[in-house]
């Protein structure tokens, strides 16, 4: 690996050339060290438990799943670096218990890209940071367009990384050893990556804002469960009807309980497609369920005596069992195309708070849902708060802001919403005069 001087030796020469297209970044194929062997006993933990705890510095941290082939989002693989120990790749199919190495360097700082995706399933193999770096994040509150870390990567590093093994199926054992190479190489530049994106944050005055949101996503609370998760079948928004709805409950809850049992990914279970056919034919035998197209597929074909009862469980339900052709009602506020029949004061304010914040990421670089919460924004509008200053950081602060987005947004939105209010005002007191 080249040194970061060099990097940035090069990128130099790089700009200089006028109009010149840039090569191509060389491709980085294995790690300085090289692949080390996967750790899968008791014994070998420990080996990496004493190296790690020996070592200095962060930890480079990354997890692989097998989304689209087994039930849930279980960590496989999990993959760690850290100056004086190397790399290691663990096998946590065969060590679900990391607690040993998660004490080993508590005290450390975690480097991940996109922390909110692998902190899940790092907490239930027991492993949790007391600080973190995350690159993805960093790369968005800088505000650059692209933040995938092979795309971080060649824009910061120089090097390209491959990720034609991204969407694997970690659970396969023995791992290939390109696998391996690939999952050693997502940890080889994540320290080098960190000092390049702080030294950004840094100059752009943001460092702060970033250590913030860093801490918001290390210590965000488990995700709530959804309500009616059926209701995410793909393609139900075409059923118009509530026993159709019903059909797409049963079959669902029917096939969420297979793939569990299975451990399977509930779509290669019973694909979505097969669910709203069903629901549209209402098929009244296990012939006519055959007679669907997309029920005629070999395996779908060979368990639809399974997932039949399902349909007839819907079909005899009464009426005042069935699924509402909406969705659980929830606490917020209705969607923003209707606000100017149930509330158009509500609609004005959203009008000027949106464009308030628009001027705010244009003028701090940083994409608009980084900077508050879309929902939170809506909230506000929706809510009769007025323009008090000291209301509206209560409101944001409630709805979870961090301090550096309520600083920065409060006193915008505040006169905004005051003119907002005036418009308004001026309207009601001079209304139309009135035919005839």
């Known amino acids: ?165 991204s969407a694997q199926d970690w659970s396969e054992r023995p791992l290939p050893a390109e696998w391996l190479t690939y999952a050693a190489l997502d940890v080889e530049l994540l320290l080098d990556l960190r000092d390049r994106l702080e030294h950004h944050l840094k100059a752009a005055d943001k460092l702060e804002w970033a250590a913030q949101e860093f801490e918001a996503v290390r210590a965000a609370p488990p995700a709530e469960p959804k309500v009616d998760p059926w209701r995410r079948t793909s393609g139900t928004h075409g059923i118009r009807d509530r026993r159709g709805l019903a059909i797409i409950r049963e079959l669902w809850n029917a096939r969420e309980a297979a793939a569990h049992e299975r451990d399977t990914a509930p779509g290669r279970v019973l694909r979505d497609a097969a669910i709203v056919a069903a629901a549209q034919a209402k098929p009244a035998s296990l012939g006519a369920l055959l007679a669907i197209r997309e029920w005629q597929s ?15 469980r819907a079909l005899a339900l009464p009426e005042a069992d069935l699924p509402t052709m909406r969705g659980p009602r929830g606490d917020g506020p209705p969607p923003a195309r209707v606000w100017g029949e149930k509330r158009p004061e509500a609609a004005v304010r959203l009008e000027a708070a949106r464009a308030t914040i628009a001027k705010l990421v244009d003028r701090h670089a940083i994409p608009a849902e980084n900077l508050l919460q879309p929902d939170a924004l809506r909230r506000l509008c929706w809510e009769n708060l007025g323009h008090d200053e000291t209301a509206i950081r209560e409101f944001l602060e409630s709805r979870g ?9 409060t006193e915008p939105l505040a006169k905004s919403i005051a003119k907002a209010e005036a418009a308004v005002a001026a309207v009601n007191a001079d209304p139309p005069p009135s035919e005839g």
Do not use: C
């Open 401 to 409: 802001a961090r301090p550096w987005q309520i600083d920065l947004v």
């Open 1 to 165: 690996m080249a040194d970061a001087e060099d990097i940035e030796d090069e990128a130099d020469v790089d700009d200089e050339a006028d109009g010149a297209e840039a090569p191509p970044a060389p491709l980085l194929a294995s790690p300085r060290g090289g692949v080390p062997p996967v750790t899968d006993t008791p014994k070998a933990l420990a080996d990496v438990v004493r190296a790690f705890a020996a070592g200095t510095g962060p930890v480079a941290v990354d997890a692989e799943r097998a989304s689209g082939f087994r039930y849930g989002q279980r960590t496989y693989l999990a993959q760690f670096k850290r100056e004086g120990a190397g790399i290691a790749l663990i096998d946590t199919a065969a060590l679900p218990d990391l607690s040993s190495l998660s004490e080993a360097i508590s005290e450390a700082e975690w480097v991940l890209h996109a922390a909110s995706q692998d902190l899940p399933g790092l907490r239930d193999l027991n492993m949790a940071p007391a600080k973190v770096f995350d690159t993805e994040l960093a790369a968005r509150l800088l505000g650059w367009p692209r933040v995938g870390l092979a795309s971080v990567v060649e824009r910061e590093l120089g090097f390209a990384l491959a990720k034609e093994h």
């Open 298 to 312: 070999k395996g779908t074909k060979r368990r639809a005596a399974q997932w039949y009862p399902a349909i007839a």
